[in-house]
């Protein structure tokens, strides 16, 4: 880089100067107090670099650089300050944060990987710009010289800032980073990263809420950015696309102040480009709807927010906060205000401020909002403990809090997020565990030194939830039904283990606490105050431990402990969410695509039961059971069409939404393996496999949403079987239809409450004979899904009359093999399942038994399809009473004695396929009577064919 010194930056600025010139433009200036900032300084109190804001006119940019060059690249001075973003004409910049494991020492992202992303960036823009004109820009990339290994966050940080030197506001920036999110995984996919895409792409600075660092300035203890590559941007008038020119780093003469200020965030100077016509109208939506929501946010600037309880009535303007100390001060008066009954409240204000920095630094906006879920669910008044994490981010801006107050108030209560105070301990007990055994710690050795006065069983109900409260919860207080978190799971507990910790757990709490006080009297004579002192609590934990050890006095603790261990969501939330799947190993996140430990907060209580095991082919084992299940599916379905429909079928029950809202009917006689299929699911599935009674989808509608333990049991199945029905046996198409859709029933256990849950279980029936089905609406047909068993295995000496393609041999020791089949088959189907993501793709032969079917079922379609013919002959037509005439006939005679539907139904379906009826009837068809030689045209195409 050029040591020359531009005439517009002098020698003469020093430090002193420097900051004098810094204090004239802070914001706390009184003539400038009332103007919004352009740049802040990152705090860190440790290294005694303290918080400002400054505020420098567009007039006064180039001076302030001119300054800030010869400070930080002629003096070598450290500088930590950021730029706000111009929100219309600022340029394209793209901060992507790359975490890895902490064993990853050095740089993972090339050269090569560098030009993949530009070249995806440019791409995209493409489809957001028309690029006319040959007015070049320029991507100028920056990088730290060393990727960041933080031993205290057990995670290695590196990163890329890209400016793009075009003219783009925030709104198409946003629009740009979601089109880039759908590609970059595939462009970047050899990166071992382990944050997801949307935290690498930090979503805060393309909506331009984060501020951007000035090139030159770093974090508080880290590396500056450096600029690493530069590339000159030109369209190609040949062809109209871009080319991409590599430029000398060491051309860049960053001492000239027109250099930095092309790296600044507040350059608006770059060119425009007109937006491209595919995207105007997405682009002016999104600015109509920024433009409403701006004007809200301009209606709402004097929020008040009430500190205290609803008895209490103070409040505070939010505008006063306006930094750490006042906010503090704040957050000390909500907590001092709470009663003993609030220890909640102060417990998840303090496991809140454990969480790191993956929780509210840039890229967080995940994590924090789950964050703000769970405060908003404990208490509405831990609304500043959110702000106080969220504050800990090097780029907070206090002039924020009454716009995040809107959206606490308006949005983190739409709806049941599941999240709640115990997701803010799990989080802190994963992230941050030391300092969470130290403050549970700290919070025991209180509620134990508190106790010794008094000694109720409230103070002892306290210091077992402290001890337990991540281990067990109550989910009905009424009827005493606790669970206890074990194997990834919650399982029911009848509290016998729960009163096994108060004789263990507490005794050695108040054991330990009195050999304390053994050691502390010995340095005391009895004359002295604290020797009396030590020892009243040696005689309060020997009453205490006594105490601990009686049965009735237990039973006493486990009632006053039962409110304070309660959780109202759990009922609700117990195994709802739709794409965990717990085995006795772990739990499968179908839409994360991982398998990891259960935590508490995933409200699971069904288990698989059985271990999930990655299929390693290169293992004997894995090689022998998959080919054998392989070989067995291909023989129940030896039709390739068939066989791939029921892999994705079978797969798409493990994730608990029927999105295909189809009913499966496993059709086939006696030895053609139905059993043994459902079989080999219930041991693959475990507990997410349940049986419906027939009665269920063939009794009255209105019974369902009754005391029905039948259908609670199905809460959290995935793969629900009926059992067979007997010939002729109708079904309810409308319960049938409501337990294939996908919204909410009701029903209710008994002594229970009503509860309303969204079926997640795909409906399967085997059956010799099909139900009666009436109805001839789409929204019961299109349900319908025959799978048909089409082959025999027969034993050595069986006689079978079938297909020989579709005949194999019985293997008598398969139901043997069954339970060792199940975790690979399980396996199996794990992996089909996060290829298809639960979408089942339909099939001619599955279509076509399905459509035979309702050929048989829907009588009107059966009559219409054989007995009335299109001509397209306007001469032709069929009144009212010659059909009604003719379906009465063909009934009896293709019916027997059965219920005929409504003629209005009939003529309904005439309408339908042939057009209005009028006034002479329908045109253009004719009844095909016997032996008649009809001249037909079908009217979806232009053939004409004899029909005899």
Not at 309 to 323: A, F, N, R, V
Not at 750 to 769: K, S
Not at 826 to 843: P, R
């Amino acid at each position: 880089m050029s040591k020359k010194i531009n005439s517009t930056v002098t020698n003469s600025y020093n430090d002193k100067k420097y900051n004098d010139y810094m204090s004239q433009h802070n914001t706390k200036n009184q003539e400038l107090n009332d103007k919004p900032f352009t740049h802040t300084r990152m705090p860190n109190i440790d290294m005694n670099i303290y918080p400002g804001s400054f505020v420098f006119s567009k007039e006064e940019l180039k001076d302030f650089l001119s300054i800030y060059t010869q400070h930080v690249f002629v003096n070598k001075k450290k500088e930590y300050l950021t730029e706000r973003q111009l929100q219309k004409n600022g340029p394209l910049l793209v901060d992507m944060d790359f975490r890895y494991n902490k064993d990853v020492v050095t740089r993972q992202h090339s050269k090569e990987d560098k030009k993949d992303i530009i070249l995806l960036y440019l791409d995209e823009m493409k489809e957001l710009y028309s690029f006319t004109h040959s007015k070049p820009f320029y991507v100028y990339v920056m990088e730290k010289p060393n990727v960041n290994t933080d031993s205290d966050k057990n995670a290695t940080k590196d990163g890329i800032h890209l400016i793009i030197t075009i003219q783009m506001d925030n709104i198409m920036q946003t629009l740009l980073r979601e089109k880039i999110l759908k590609r970059i995984p595939d462009v970047c996919k050899k990166l071992p990263i382990i944050n997801t895409w949307e935290a690498v792409l930090d979503e805060g600075i393309s909506k331009g809420g984060t501020n951007w660092q000035l090139y030159g300035s770093r974090k508080p203890g880290n590396e500056a950015y450096e600029l690493t590559q530069i590339f000159k941007i030109e369209v190609d008038k040949a062809d109209g696309e871009f080319m991409m020119i590599e430029e000398k780093v060491s051309d860049f003469d960053i001492l000239q102040v027109d250099n930095l200020y092309k790296l600044s965030a507040q350059n608006d100077e770059h060119p425009s480009f007109e937006v491209h016509p595919n995207i105007a109208e997405e682009y002016n939506k999104r600015c109509s709807m920024e433009n409403t929501n701006e004007q809200k946010k301009t209606a709402k600037k004097t929020t008040k927010v009430r500190l205290l309880h609803e008895d209490d009535g103070e409040t505070i303007k939010l505008s006063d906060i306006c930094d750490k100390e006042t906010l503090t001060r704040a957050v000390d008066k909500i907590m001092n205000a709470l009663n003993s009954g609030e220890y909640y409240i102060r417990e998840t204000h303090v496991y809140t401020q454990l969480l790191p920095e993956k929780y509210y630094e840039s890229g967080s906006h995940l994590l924090n909002r789950q964050v703000a879920f769970a405060l908003k669910d404990t208490d509405d008044r831990l609304f500043l403990s959110w702000v106080m994490l969220r504050s800990k981010a090097s780029d907070f801006d206090y002039d924020t809090i009454p716009d995040l107050y809107n959206k606490w108030k308006s949005y983190f209560n739409t709806k049941n997020s599941g999240l709640t105070r115990k997701s803010i301990m799990y989080w802190a007990k994963q992230d941050a565990y030391d300092e969470f055994v130290k403050a549970r710690n700290s919070t025991m050795s209180y509620l134990v030194e508190e106790s010794l006065s008094t000694l109720t069983d409230w103070d002892f109900a306290m210091i077992l939830y402290e001890l337990n409260k991540d281990k067990y919860i109550c989910s009905d207080i009424k009827h005493s039904v606790w669970y206890a978190f074990d194997n990834h799971r919650w399982e029911i507990d009848k509290g016998d283990t729960l009163r096994m910790s108060i004789s263990t757990d507490m005794f050695n709490l108040y054991q330990a606490k009195r050999n304390v006080a053994l050691k502390e009297l010995q340095k005391y004579t009895e004359t002295d105050d604290l020797y009396k002192h030590f020892q009243s609590q040696i005689s309060a934990c020997c009453v205490a431990c006594v105490k601990l050890k009686s049965s009735g006095a237990k039973g006493n603790i486990i009632r006053e402990a039962t409110p304070i261990f309660y959780d109202k969501h759990f009922n609700k939330n117990m195994d709802a969410n739709k794409y965990l799947m717990c085995f006795s190993n772990g739990v499968m996140d179908f839409k994360n695509k991982v398998f990891r430990d259960g935590n508490p907060q995933d409200y699971i209580t069904k288990s698989t039961n059985i271990p999930y095991e990655p299929i390693d082919m290169t293992k004997t084992y894995h090689s022998t059971v998959v080919t054998e299940i392989t070989e067995f599916m291909k023989q129940l379905f030896p039709v390739q069409e068939l066989n791939t429909y029921m892999w994705e079928h079978l797969a798409s029950c493990l994730i608990g939404e029927n999105l295909n809202q189809t009913f499966n009917i496993y059709r086939g006689n006696g030895s053609n393996g139905k059993s043994l299929l459902t079989d080999l699911m219930t041991h693959a599935l475990g507990e997410y496999k349940g049986v419906v009674p027939i009665t269920l989808v063939t009794r009255d509608r209105n019974n369902i949403g009754g005391t029905s333990s039948e259908v609670m049991q199905l809460k959290g199945v995935r793969y629900a079987v009926m059992q067979e029905p007997k010939k002729e046996e109708k079904i309810n198409e409308g319960v049938m239809k409501e337990l294939t859709g996908s919204d909410p029933i009701q029903a209710r256990a008994l002594y229970a409450e009503t509860e309303t849950f969204i079926p997640q279980f795909n409906l399967v029936v085997c059956a010799n004979y099909l139900f009666e089905i009436n109805s001839n609406d789409d929204g019961t047909w299109r349900r319908i899904r025959i799978c048909d068993f089409m082959s025999k295995f027969k034993g050595e000496n069986d006689v079978v009359d079938h297909d020989p393609r579709y005949v194999f041999p019985k293997d008598k020791n398969l139901k043997d093999k069954i339970p060792n089949w199940a975790p690979l088959f399980a396996s199996m189907l794990v992996k089909k399942a996060l290829e298809t993501q639960g979408i089942v793709k339909d099939c001619p032969i599955v279509m076509a038994s399905a459509d035979k079917y309702r050929q048989g079922q829907d009588h009107i379609s059966g009559f219409v399809s054989e007995m009335v013919v299109f001509t397209g002959d306007p001469n032709d037509r069929v009144k009212k009473k010659e059909l009604t005439q003719e379906f009465t006939s063909w009934f009896k005679e293709s019916q027997g004695y059965r219920k005929m539907p409504k003629g209005l139904e009939l003529y309904e379906y005439m309408d339908k396929k042939f057009g209005k009826c009028k006034s002479t009837g329908w045109h253009g068809v004719r009844i095909l009577y016997p032996d008649a030689d009809i001249l037909t045209q079908d009217p979806g195409n232009n053939e004409i064919e004899i029909e005899d």
